[in-house]
């Protein structure tokens, strides 16, 4: 496609419900990065995929986050349990290779009520 | 760790004013910095700084890197309101994930 395309753009769940937030990079791109947006802050790190493989997930917070890139290209961030303090907006980037500059998408804004 | 800390965290100017953001930053290894506007939704791409000294320039907006006193800055002259928006500033260290490293953003207001 032409951008990162994220899906669903809001969701709004209750508290201990599970979630599944998708995103589509751009073609061709290797590279695919998760980041958490909180209101008023800069977007935080989550987990990095190179291909198919979670190369890092150091910034996960918890167990209850996982992500998968099952064939290298559709990636989807999955929230078990979801809590209050998971709601932010989750941005997916991708590049073409490891290197910078990352292109984001729009973000999938997550309201735990 | 790395940490990027980026100032002022408002600003409030009129149309037409130059502004300066900063962007000072401590990281492992470093490799490059990254300047993004934000408006309502993605991050878009501005500028990749990895030369200290280097002006890097499209039309009204330019940046500089630093990489002796570890800062960058992003200049905007005769500003309009559409650069209204969130200007995030990123570093890229040595670090196995090659993440980027935000700052918390400083939120630029021009009125008319």
């Known amino acids: 496609g032409a951008g990162v395309s994220q899906t669903p753009s809001n969701k709004v769940t209750e508290k201990g419900k599970y979630v599944e937030l998708r995103c589509d990079p751009i073609s061709g791109h290797t590279a695919l990065y998760w980041y958490r947006q909180s209101l008023g802050q800069g977007p935080e790190f989550l987990i990095y995929?190179?291909?198919?493989?979670?190369?890092?997930d150091s910034g996960l917070p918890n167990d209850r986050f996982f992500a998968v890139r099952p064939e290298g290209s559709v990636s989807t961030l999955k929230i078990q349990r979801t809590e209050r303090g998971d709601s932010a907006v989750y941005l997916c980037a991708s590049s073409l290779t490891r290197a910078p500059p990352l292109h984001f998408g729009n973000g999938t804004r997550l309201t735990v009520t | 760790e790395d940490k990027v800390v980026q100032s002022p965290l408002s600003l409030v100017v009129h149309e037409g004013d130059t502004v300066t953001l900063n962007c000072s930053y401590e990281?492992?290894?470093?490799?490059?910095l990254l300047w993004y506007k934000q408006e309502k939704k993605a991050p878009t791409f501005l500028f990749m700084l990895?030369?200290?000294?280097i002006e890097k320039k499209s039309g009204r907006l330019s940046s500089i890197l630093d990489k002796k006193e570890l800062f960058s800055i992003l200049n905007i002259t005769a500003t309009q309101t559409g650069d209204s928006a969130i200007y995030l500033c990123?570093?890229?260290?040595?670090?196995?994930?090659?993440?980027?490293?935000f700052g918390g953003g400083t939120r630029l207001m021009v009125k008319p």
């Open positions: 995929f190179q291909g198919t493989g979670a190369a890092d």
């Open positions: 990895t030369s200290s000294g």
């Open positions: 990281v492992t290894n470093f490799r490059s």
């Open positions: 990123a570093v890229d260290g040595d670090n196995a994930g090659n993440m980027l490293t």
